[in-house]
């Protein structure tokens, strides 16, 4: 990492790349850049700039065309950047022969996800799973990778085993592999255990796409202080707290949340935590519905779910953050269709309340809006629970 005249580490500079295909339109790629962009600043670094290119067809050799590899060729020489991004995963040799002609680091929205899970991962489990997942990541990719990680770069992207040592050969990397998935059968059995050992409560878990204010709302409920920020993926570690609402008593968990195009990888390493969601009697599946995509973050929400098998159930969308909702009305003279921007929040609860299957409300977590009507919401479908599992305790709550 470059660093100032006082020693200081500068945050590294960063250039974004992602191809239109049939796969994902103009918007769509603008919009996956904007959030590849959110995770370079997660990870601690600056994006200057967006390069898109129009391909039936990735090029086998350097993923994108050659006249637009020379491009952004120009624009990292000039511009002194430190790696280039790319928003799609790069097969080893594409990864190889990118960094031949552009000379520094490059990454693809895999191994960048992989570096920022990394960073946040805390306790022995979270780091093993992601450490497992660097490793079948990595594995595919060694013949490529040594040229660039043996000049022994530190930063964004390089955390994990890449660059504690180079002992990078097949055998040891596949041992490696099957000794962490058993230190996480090991765990997870004792998260089996201690899953058990929490009696027959009624299991209340928040899922949802990263950063819409899970973490927010869990403080908000059980009054605990879980680590809560403005940024992609400020959870890994599951969080499970006893809320006590009126008189009766609940578990609510607090579970990482889900990303587009999130490697297979991390979704197999992290099943044990995610069984902590397959396993609650409710989900609140949280959305920021200031986000001008979240109907599309609902949607990748929903297939991460069905994929963990969570179908039985129970689901309430709870909208979050409709202090920070905006829309752009329409002139009464403007004879274009209406999209959801042009909507206002009223227009938007009375839709997604007709269309909706699932039960939904809307909150602000940040400024405990509605919160009383969410508490009792809640309430009301744990005791319905409760009581249908402990009828004698009927007349208690």
């Known amino acids: 990492m470059p660093k100032n005249i006082d020693n200081t580490p500068q945050p590294e500079k960063a250039v974004l790349v992602g191809v239109i295909n049939q796969q994902q339109n103009e918007q769509q790629v603008s919009e996956y850049l904007d959030e590849l962009s959110f995770l370079i600043e997660t990870a601690g670094a600056i994006p200057l700039k967006q390069y ?73 489990h979270a780091k093993t799973q992601v450490e497992l997942a660097q490793y079948e ?28 040592e180079i002992e990078t050969d097949r055998r040891i990397v596949r041992d490696k592999i099957a000794l962490l998935k058993e230190h996480l059968k090991k765990i997870d059995k004792q998260m089996a255990t201690q899953r058990k050992n929490r009696g027959k409560m009624i299991r209340v878990a928040l899922v949802g796409y990263t950063n819409v204010g899970k973490s927010t709302i869990m403080n908000m409920i059980s009054k605990s202080d879980v680590f809560a920020e403005d940024k992609l993926f400020a959870t890994l570690d599951t969080t499970v707290r006893k809320v006590v609402i009126g008189n009766l008593p609940f578990l609510l968990s607090d579970t990482v949340g889900f990303i ?33 995509n979240f109907e599309d973050q609902i949607q990748v929400v929903n297939d991460t779910l069905k ?91």
């Open 137 to 164: 990541y990595l594995l595919p990719r060694l013949a490529g990778m040594w040229t660039h990680l043996e000049r022994q770069r530190g930063g964004i992207g390089m955390r994990g085993p890449g660059e504690r």
């Open 260 to 292: 587009r195009k999130l490697p297979h990888s991390l979704v197999e390493s992290f099943k044990s935590t995610l069984d902590e969601v397959r396993e609650s009697d409710i989900l609140l599946h949280v959305v920021d519905i200031s986000h001008p």
């Open 52 to 124: 898109t290119q129009k391909m039936s067809l990735p090029n086998s050799r350097t993923f994108i065309g050659e006249g637009k590899l020379a491009e952004i060729e120009l624009f990292v020489k000039e511009n002194e950047v430190d790696m280039v991004i790319f928003d799609d995963d790069l097969s080893p040799t594409q990864l190889r022969n990118i960094e031949k002609v552009l000379q520094c680091k490059i990454l693809d929205r895999t191994n960048l996800i992989l570096d920022i899970f990394a960073k946040r991962a805390q306790t022995a």
């Open 307 to 397: 994929e963990i098998g969570t179908a039985d159930a129970i689901t309430y969308l709870v909208f979050n953050k409709i202090d920070a909702y905006t829309f752009d009305k329409k002139d009464d003279d403007d004879l274009t269709p209406r999209t959801q921007e042009n909507y206002s929040l009223d227009e938007l609860k009375n839709m997604w309340i007709a269309k909706n299957n699932d039960p939904c409300i809307f909150i602000s977590a940040k400024h405990k809006v509605n919160l009383d009507s969410f508490k009792q919401m809640l309430y009301d479908k744990v005791r319905e629970l409760h009581i249908n599992r402990y009828p004698y305790d009927k007349f208690l709550y």
